[in-house]
């Protein structure tokens, strides 16, 4: 069975902080790939961003960065100099690519952010 | 840049009616899933769709449950005899065939409440 646990349930930080998401995840397939979601106040899911179980680059996207360590099974988002805008919850998420995994998505339970001006 | 569009946006309906929530994927997307989120919690797999059959399901998604793709561009989901706890916000999603793991890009949900 696959399991994302995000066990940072609410995050409060003030404008221009750092932030980092925890995700940790629980899969028995050797290739999977992991990823994370926005979800505004608005309601819809944005994607963000995807690895491959095989690809342990880090990877910096703006004010975005992941790391991902096979390792410890995690994979962290952080966001640098926050802003309100960044406010949302963020979902990281777990595709298998065997067996009956393969194609959905199974997501944790999300962090709310908020960034307070 | 393409997107996946979903009607209604929102919809009320009474307990135990039919409801059909409608879809319109990308349209060089060939895997279609729907998910659910109640209000406050996570994003659940209900189903997937592939080749005009269900290719994997949730243990949520039981005999209440069917979803069709009609013509060449719908996808729909509907729920028979609808209960309260029905109540959710519901995702429907797609991705391109092309490659394993590729993003599955969202719709912006349905929210659909039961009285």
């Known amino acids: 069975a696959q399991k994302v646990t995000q066990a940072q349930t609410e995050i409060s930080v003030v404008e221009k902080e750092d932030v980092t998401l925890d995700c940790v995840y629980e899969?028995?397939?050797?290739?999977?790939?992991l990823f994370w979601y926005k979800q505004p106040p608005s309601g819809e899911l944005v994607f963000l961003i995807r690895r491959n179980s095989f690809d342990e680059q880090n990877e910096i996207s703006g004010r975005y960065s992941w790391n991902f360590q096979k390792s410890t099974s995690s994979f962290n988002f952080t966001i640098t100099a926050s802003q309100v805008v960044d406010s949302a919850v963020y979902f990281c998420a777990l595709m298998g690519a065997g067996g009956t995994s393969y194609g959905k998505l199974t997501f944790g339970q999300g962090t709310i952010l908020t960034v307070h001006p | 840049e393409p997107e996946v569009t979903q009607t209604p946006s929102h919809q009320v309906t009474q307990m135990g009616q039919e409801v059909i929530l409608r879809c319109v994927p990308i349209s060089n997307h060939l895997y279609f899933y729907w998910y659910r989120q109640i209000l406050g919690q996570k994003v659940e797999f209900l189903v997937s769709?592939?080749?005009?059959?269900?290719?994997?399901k949730s243990e949520i998604f039981d005999d209440q449950f069917s979803v069709e793709r009609p013509d060449g561009s719908n996808f729909t989901l509907k729920i028979r005899s609808t209960k309260l706890e029905d109540s959710a916000m519901y995702f429907c999603a797609s991705r391109t065939r092309q490659g394993a793991g590729q993003p599955q890009h969202f719709g912006d949900g349905t929210r659909l409440s039961i009285l």
């Open positions: 769709f592939y080749n005009n059959e269900i290719s994997e």
């Open positions: 899969t028995r397939d050797t290739t999977y790939y």
